[in-house]
DNA sequence: CGCTACTTTGAATTATCTCAAGTTGAGTGG
DNA sequence: CCACTCAACTTGAGATAATTCAAAGTAGCG
């Protein structure tokens, strides 16, 4: 079931449709609001489930306001938080019904929602959109696969500060601004925690190294990243330098001044 | 740079595009070879670097025939494997001419490969082109998405049965064969320890976990599961199992029979 | 003011990694 | 047909990063 039936329908006015533009140049949500009006946005609260894995999805959707979290659940509670959406993303698939991981809203937001039968003929007769998909779809396989690197390959302290030089960058995009930057990320230590692969607590003491060591600061939906180049160092050392001090105290040397020290 | 361009050019026939078909009606390559003599076919040998991340990609090619791997790599000789590309896969990116991982051949092969301003001209002029791509997409980020749920979540055992169970699912597609499937995955185990996160020694006791348990067993590139319906059975028990098993011999009590001894 | 949800801290436990030796087996060339 | 080689695989024992469990702190909110 998609719970967002419930949710109340408003057409989208001419108004709305330049409104969206500020997703930018390459925004679906915008391209879509302005060719049919049967496409149509809902509004959802914080902590709305869209829909669930496995859910038959009977339109295909596109955030145009706040942020949705794209997750997995296992056994015993545990998920896989698989991608924090933002603005622009698509919610759902092209190719088939049938939901493969759940959506659920993390800040209150708008949604853009096509029926699956309209997208086929607005696709069929405007090549750029099924291009603007594939782009949107492709942006996101690769921040799926930097996800599995980290998870994969990166230390809890080194994952931690790839995941917040992500956020910081996808929300400050074009602008090269590198000194004190400050965004909001309304999520929660245990949404980091679940999209790492590690538990609330690692995650909280990852956190309070970062702090420490003044490379980060992450507190109640605000993240504060002093210098974000030394942020992406301690991203990019997957352990060599924790590595290399292990083994230089066992050896008897004097620890190297690392970066969370 | 892109290395297969030394490779011998093979301009795609009538017979061959015949000959493609056997990936079935949704094949890409098949449907490529058919539409321009532009579109030109490589063979390659087993360990072929197709391409480097961060590569100017001038082709979006279509693996046709062999097995693929799509990785990247990090310091100290890490690397993660993203997939496995089989026949029908697209290798390449869409959307960017850059490349945003490696992909090397796991055995000799055959790449259909389109020009990128060409393929532009065949998606706008032929929308279910587009289509196929999309499905191919989501298709491997259902898999990359899968695969994050492993490596994020699973335990050794249970992440290399799971990869195990894809492969043969991913060979025997519509086939309802459940019994004594053997299937060729030219693959070594240190592609499953890249690709689940592991050391190659602990995807090797795994592996003599799923043979002593007569589950699975996997040597010089040849797959036999016994029961896939048990792997999978192995594969989705997380670790719920091993640590009622664990608490319980904590407690003193007789340890419960686990799939794997 | 007292929930409730989130965060923080500590100590013990453990799955996986590391390091270091073997072992196996397919391929090679005498 | 038999060494020989080399890469892949195997096995063991010790080290460690992260988890688990448990118990306090905090902060937002009605």
């Given at each position: 079931m998609q719970s967002f039936r419930s949710a109340p329908i408003v057409l989208v006015t001419e108004q709305d449709s330049a409104k969206l533009d500020v997703e930018g140049p390459a925004g679906l949500a915008s391209w879509l609001a302005g060719h049919s009006y049967r496409v149509v946005r809902h509004?959802?609260?914080?902590?709305?489930?869209?829909?669930a894995e496995d859910d038959d999805l009977e339109y295909l959707c596109v955030l145009s306001r706040g942020w949705a979290?794209?997750?997995?659940?296992?056994?015993?509670?545990?998920?896989?938080?698989?991608?924090?959406a933002l603005p622009g993303d698509v919610l759902g698939f092209v190719g088939e019904r049938r939901a493969r991981h759940a959506v659920e809203m993390l800040t209150d937001g708008e949604v853009v929602s096509v029926p699956r039968e309209l997208f086929g003929?607005?696709?069929?007769?405007?090549p750029e959109l099924m291009l603007k998909v594939v782009r949107q779809l492709e942006r996101a396989s690769t921040r799926a696969h930097e996800h599995m690197v980290s998870?994969?390959?990166?230390?809890?302290?080194?994952?931690?500060?790839?995941?917040?030089?992500?956020?910081?960058?996808?929300?400050?995009?074009?602008?090269?601004?590198?000194?004190?930057?400050?965004?909001?990320?309304?999520?929660?230590?245990?949404?980091?925690?679940?999209?790492?692969?590690?538990r609330g607590e690692t995650v909280c003491r990852a956190l309070k190294q970062l702090e420490a060591a003044n490379l980060a600061t992450f507190r109640r939906g605000r993240l504060r990243v002093p210098d974000l180049v030394k942020l992406r160092g301690v991203a990019e050392t997957?352990?060599?330098?924790?590595?290399?001090?292990?083994k230089a105290i066992r050896r008897g040397a004097a620890p190297a001044a690392t970066a969370a020290a």
């Open positions: 509004h959802h609260a914080a902590g709305t489930q869209l829909f979290l794209k997750y997995k659940s296992l056994f015993e509670g545990r998920r896989q938080v698989l991608d924090f003929s607005l696709a069929a007769a405007n998870i994969g390959c990166r230390a809890a302290l080194s994952r931690v500060s790839r995941l917040l030089v992500e956020l910081v960058e996808r929300r400050t995009l074009s602008s090269n601004a590198r000194h004190d930057i400050e965004i909001d990320a309304p999520i929660r230590q245990i949404h980091v925690a679940d999209a790492l692969g590690l997957p352990d060599a330098e924790a590595h290399t001090t292990r």
